[in-house]
């Protein structure tokens, strides 16, 4: 799996100051912290940036790059900007991201600048309602990124997790999806905002889900994920060194119901987030203690 | 082949849970199918209702809801006995508007005092609800809670800010609570397992989902109770099985439509019946949806949702 290292994003605490003041120092710190801690990609998320949003991700770019050679997720909703970065970028670039609103300013740049992209399944109408809905949007944008000449290959669908304390049938729906994107795109990668799926959590019980969330899509080949990277755990499912995790994972979505007394306190855990994130059993901050 | 009917499995039930003492007093709950689905299963306890008293006299009530009560709104005793007396009220609703601190900001002790003197006077199940102000209610409630031990008073809302120190007097001296939420499943469960994690017994808790009147958003309210219903009967979720009160009847007669004069627009249709049937058809809605407990103002909003529980629950 292709770990996408989330943390430098305008929205920290720490890291938006150092953007707005054009501060390298605390951005390459994280940019080297991250790589140490794992990561392939990191995503550089500067927000809409609509204020010189051009300079800011021009400069961000050649700032990392300073200290990295890691290849740079460039997060931005605005186009400017986004090409701004391309032309700097050393690397292949990965675009994050193009929905079909952005298709006409934001898929000639695939090609320009030889990159790829992160195709989001935000629909023109918002929010897409469940599986199938995704399923349209995915079509709509092969068909567009096709025309372009951009390959399946080049694309990362991002079939967007969002909170399980909000919606559960949204977080059964990108799985679902996930189970049907090889065969409406064959050959197209995919990845996902992992930690949306525990926003709105406790922080300190956050990886849980995110942990789980990401062995319930691997399942269903997910081949990246937009991760906080210092979750080590984490990190280690993804590079396949908790194989028994994993299989309970999947045995639970089986519908298995091992015997909670026989596994481990961290087993448990396990078990009682997949019932969670599957719907069986209703979300609340206190779902590990019942 | 003959036509089967499909039938959909329960596998839970809703808790059962007493309020008051003595022999008024009211059990309600039970329920093992979605409501009124009596050709599923049980629901041995038909919902109730509460009549709505206010610690205060009413300000801005629109006519038709002030005239039953013409009289008595001075004096919450005489309110109560009448609702008693006069329109056969099984159960009481004392709002404690007074307390409010952005109104008449009544210290807790005189509050705590006019409940006391209520519950004294009356033999049905007390239910007593603040403003949500959360040190205004623990303060009353702390006081209520021991001077009322006995009486099986139900209290609320009790919402996670205050739970604990609300929680606490309720264990203490025995009284149910109302966990209320802001319309949200899953918030609502957290408050019923912070609630048993403190202590609070299962055959404590009610749930106030929060909810509106026709027209106010009334159509959220009842998706979430529906959920609430169906993680409860059909996915066993122990913490959801509990009964459902819905404070109803301030939301309704607050709108502008109950007290619109009916010289002002016509096609609303008479202003008096408009309230009545405002009420009363918010009230029908919550009752499909799973209320077991309604707090309603107007007599005959009343006598036609009693007339409403009676025909969904008759015998074919």
Same mark, same amino acid.
């Given at each position: 799996m292709i770990l996408i290292a989330e943390s430098i994003n305008i929205m920290s605490r720490s890291i938006g100051p150092a953007l707005r003041n054009r501060d390298p120092k605390p951005i390459q710190d994280l940019a080297k912290s991250q790589v140490e801690a794992g990561a392939d990609y990191l995503d550089l998320n500067i927000g809409p940036?609509?204020?010189?949003g051009d300079e800011l991700m021009a400069w961000v770019v050649n700032t990392v790059q300073e200290v990295t050679d890691a290849p740079l997720s460039l997060d931005t909703t605005n186009p400017v900007a986004m090409e701004a970065g391309l032309k700097v970028c050393k690397g292949k670039a990965l675009i994050n991201s193009i929905s079909p609103a952005r298709f006409e300013e934001e898929l000639p740049l695939v090609k320009k600048y030889n990159a790829e992209m992160i195709g989001l399944l935000w629909g023109l109408e918002g929010m897409p309602r469940d599986a199938a809905e995704r399923g349209v949007i995915v079509a709509e944008l092969m068909y567009a990124a096709n025309e372009m000449g951009i390959s399946n290959e080049e694309i990362w669908i991002d079939p967007i997790a969002s909170p399980v304390s909000v919606e559960i049938n949204q977080v059964k729906a990108c799985v679902e999806f996930m189970s049907m994107l090889n065969d409406i795109a064959p050959g197209a990668k995919s990845t996902v905002g992992l930690s949306n799926i525990s926003n709105g959590t406790p922080d300190h019980l956050r990886p849980w889900l995110n942990r789980t969330y990401m062995v319930m899509l691997m399942r269903h080949g997910l081949h990246s994920a937009i991760v906080d990277i210092f979750d080590s755990e984490l990190v280690a499912i993804a590079h396949g060194e908790r194989p028994q995790i994993v299989d309970l994972v999947d045995r639970v979505m089986d519908g298995e119901r091992p015997d909670l007394s026989s596994l481990s306190e961290e087993e448990v855990k396990y078990v009682k987030t997949v019932r969670v994130l599957t719907g069986e059993s209703l979300y609340s901050d206190s779902w590990l203690e019942v | 082949m003959a036509f089967e009917i499909p039938k959909i499995s329960y596998s839970g039930k809703v808790r059962e849970v007493v309020l008051g003492?003595?022999?008024?007093a009211i059990t309600v709950g039970g329920e093992a199918v979605y409501p009124f689905y009596l050709f599923e299963g049980e629901m041995p306890r038909l919902p109730r209702i509460a009549m709505e008293v206010w610690d205060m006299q009413p300000d801005g009530w629109p006519e038709a809801a002030l005239e039953p009560f013409a009289g008595v709104t001075d004096d919450p005793v005489a309110w109560a006995k009448k609702c008693i007396d006069d329109y056969g009220a099984e159960m009481i609703a004392l709002q404690?508007? +007074? =307390?409010d601190p952005n109104g008449l900001n009544r210290p807790a002790e005189e509050a705590a005092a006019i409940v006391k003197k209520v519950a004294d006077a009356i033999d049905v199940p007390l239910i007593v609800w603040g403003t949500a102000n959360h040190d205004e209610d623990t303060e009353v409630f702390r006081i209520v809670a021991e001077q009322c031990q006995g009486k099986q008073l139900t209290i609320g809302p009790v919402e996670e800010a205050d739970h604990k120190r609300i929680g606490a007097a309720a264990i203490g001296y025995k009284h149910t609570v109302?966990? +209320? =939420?802001?319309?949200d499943i899953n918030l609502a469960k957290q408050l019923n397992i912070l609630l048993g994690n403190l202590g609070v017994s299962d055959e404590q808790i009610m749930m106030d989902p929060t909810v509106s009147g026709i027209g106010y958003g009334i159509e959220y309210c009842y998706s979430v109770m529906e959920r609430i219903r169906m993680a409860a009967l059909t996915q066993q979720d122990e913490k959801l099985q509990f009964p459902i009160i819905c404070n109803l009847a301030k939301e309704v007669w607050k709108t502008k439509e109950a007290g619109l004069p009916t010289e002002e627009d016509p096609k609303l249709g008479d202003v008096k019946k408009r309230g009545i049937l405002l009420e009363a058809m918010s009230a029908t809605v919550l009752l499909l949806a799973g209320g077991d407990v309604l707090v309603m103002r107007h007599p005959e909003a009343i006598r036609l949702v009693k007339e409403i529980i009676a025909e969904l629950s008759a015998e074919q």
């Open positions: 940036a609509r204020k010189a | 003492t003595g022999d008024k404690l508007i +007074s =307390t109302g966990a +209320s =939420t802001p319309i």
